[in-house]
C-alpha cells in the first residue's frame, strides 16, 4: 500500500466555505457543488484557462468537469472571451430583440435539421419546461414518460421518483412537490422498451410526451442499447405521442448535430443548452413548425422570459458554435481521440490495480464506474461502489485532477485537453488506485 497522498493546502477556500454557509443553504448555489456524494470540502475555483482550473488558494487542477459540458473548446477560448466583450461594449441586457439572436438561431438550425422554429430561454431547466407545456397543448394530453436517471431540470413535474411498476404513476422526489403534479409524470427505467410498451397499454391516450436523454448524462454516462431509440419513435409514432430529445448535455457534445445526428434520430422536440450559450446562461427548445407556432404570440401556449436572447449570451454561442461548425473536421476526431486515450487510460491503470471498473463513453463524454458489471440504466449504476467513486475523487483532486463531484455525473473532454494532461491524468489515476 502506497503512503496517503498530501492534499493541497486549501485554508483559502475553506474560509470562503465557511462565509459561503452563512450566506447560502448549505454553502452552495447548487446541490452538488458541495461535495456531498464524494465528501471533502469543495476548493473555491478562481479562474480557468484551456484545460486547467485555479482555486483561491493556487491549486491548479485538470479539468473534466467542464461546467457540465458547455466548455467543448476549453476555458476563457480567446474567441468566445473576445466576442462577449465587444457584446458587452453595446449593452449587457435589453428585454428587446436583437440580430444576434436570429444569428445563433440560423447556426444551431444549420446543426439539427428537426428545429425548423426555435426559442432562447436562459436554462436548460427552462426548455424542457416549456417543450413539456408544448407537447401537452399539441396532443391535448396530460402525462409525461421520464426515465430513471435522467435528470431534466428541476421543473416540478420532472422531480419524480419511480412508483412500485413500471406503469406506476411517480411519487415526488423532493419536497415541495405535489403529488397532483407528480402524478402526471411515469418514471421508467431505461433501455427497457417492454416497460415502455406495458406504460402505452395501461395509460392509452393519455400520454403526451416522452422525453429522455439520448445518452444519459445525469446518473453517469449511459448509452442507449442497440434498437432501442429507434423503438422509442416507432412507439410514439403509434401512440400519436410526441418524442422529446433532451440535448442540453449532449448537444453539440456527441456530434455537430449532438446525439440526434450521432444516432440517426427523429425527435419532434429538442431542448439544448449549455453549449449553445458558450458557457452563459442559456437554453432553447425547438423542433417542428407547426408545434412551435402554438406559442404566443401566434399560438395559445406562453411562454415568456425578460432575459431570453441575451446578446452576451447569443455573442458566446455564436462564436462557440461557429468556430465548432468551422472545424468540425478537426475538433470531432481529435475529441474522439482525445477521450478514448483518457478513458481507457485510466481503465487499464484500474486493471493493473485489480480494481474494479467499467467504462461507459460516448464521443467526449464518459463515466468511470466501480463495477465489473455493465451498466445499461439506473438501477446497475446504482449498485457501483460509489463510496470507492469518493475515494477516488478525492485522491485525484489532491493530485491535481477535477472530476464531476458524484458518480452519477458524466465527466468531460475538451479539445483544450493536449498529451500533457492525458500522461499527467493517466499518471494521477495510478496514484489514486492505489489506496483503493
Not at 182 to 206: C, I, Q, S, V
Not at 326 to 352: C, I, M, S, W
Request: aromatic share 8%; glycine share 12%.
Amino acid at each position: 500500500m502506497s503512503q496517503s497522498i498530501e492534499a493541497p493546502v486549501r485554508t483559502r477556500s475553506q474560509a470562503l466555505q465557511q462565509r459561503a454557509e452563512r450566506l447560502f443553504p448549505g454553502g452552495v448555489n447548487s446541490p452538488v457543488r458541495a461535495f456531498r456524494a464524494v465528501g471533502g470540502g469543495a476548493p473555491f475555483l478562481e479562474s480557468a484557462a484551456g484545460a486547467w482550473l485555479t482555486d483561491a488558494d493556487g491549486n491548479r487542477y485538470i479539468d473534466y468537469f467542464g461546467s457540465w459540458g458547455p466548455m467543448i473548446l476549453g476555458h476563457a477560448f480567446p474567441p468566445v472571451v473576445e466576442a462577449i466583450e465587444r457584446a458587452a461594449r453595446k449593452g449587457a441586457s435589453f428585454g428587446a430583440s436583437t440580430a444576434a439572436e436570429g444569428d445563433l438561431a440560423e447556426r444551431v438550425m444549420a446543426c439539427y435539421p428537426a428545429i425548423e422554429k426555435m426559442r432562447f430561454v436562459s436554462s436548460g431547466t427552462e426548455a424542457t419546461m416549456s417543450a413539456i407545456r408544448l407537447a401537452r397543448a399539441a396532443t391535448g394530453r396530460d402525462v409525461i414518460v421520464k426515465f430513471e436517471g435522467c435528470y431534466h431540470g428541476h421543473a416540478d413535474g420532472l422531480l419524480v421518483k419511480a412508483g412500485s411498476g413500471v406503469a406506476t404513476f411517480g411519487i415526488p422526489g423532493s419536497a415541495g412537490v405535489p403529488e397532483a403534479v407528480a402524478k402526471l409524470t411515469l418514471a421508467l427505467p431505461y433501455n427497457d422498451l417492454d416497460a415502455m410498451e406495458e406504460a402505452f397499454a395501461a395509460h392509452r391516450g393519455e400520454i403526451a410526451a416522452v422525453i429522455l436523454e439520448p445518452v444519459v448524462g445525469n446518473a453517469g454516462c449511459i448509452l442507449p442499447a442497440s434498437g432501442y431509440l429507434e423503438g422509442l419513435r416507432a412507439i410514439t409514432r403509434r401512440e400519436g405521442t410526441l418524442l422529446i430529445a433532451d440535448e442540453v448535455m449532449t448537444g453539440f457534445r456527441l456530434a455537430l448535430g449532438g446525439a440526434v445526428e450521432r444516432y440517426r434520430m427523429e425527435p419532434d422536440l429538442i431542448t439544448l443548452g449549455k453549449i449553445v450559450g458558450g458557457g452563459l446562461p442559456v437554453g432553447a427548445f425547438g423542433g417542428r413548425g407547426e408545434i412551435m407556432d402554438l406559442l404566443a404570440p401566434l399560438g395559445p401556449v406562453y411562454q415568456a422570459g425578460t432575459l431570453s436572447g441575451n446578446p452576451l449570451a447569443m455573442a458566446a454561442g455564436i462564436a462557440t458554435v461557429g468556430y465548432l461548425q468551422e472545424h468540425a473536421g478537426e475538433v470531432y476526431p481529435r475529441l474522439e481521440a482525445t477521450a478514448k486515450a483518457v478513458f481507457d487510460g485510466v481503465a487499464a491503470e484500474a486493471a493493473k490495480a485489480g480494481v474494479a471498473l467499467t467504462t461507459n463513453r460516448v464521443g467526449s463524454m464518459g463515466t468511470w464506474f466501480f463495477t465489473l458489471d455493465e451498466v445499461t440504466n439506473y438501477d446497475e449504476a446504482a449498485r457501483s461502489d460509489t463510496a470507492a467513486f469518493g475515494r477516488f475523487h478525492r485522491a485525484m483532486l489532491d493530485q491535481g485532477v477535477w472530476l464531476p463531484p458524484s458518480q452519477f455525473e458524466a465527466a468531460f473532454v475538451s479539445t483544450a485537453h493536449g498529451d500533457a494532461e492525458i500522461a499527467r491524468t493517466i499518471d494521477a489515476a495510478r496514484g489514486a488506485f492505489r489506496p483503493l
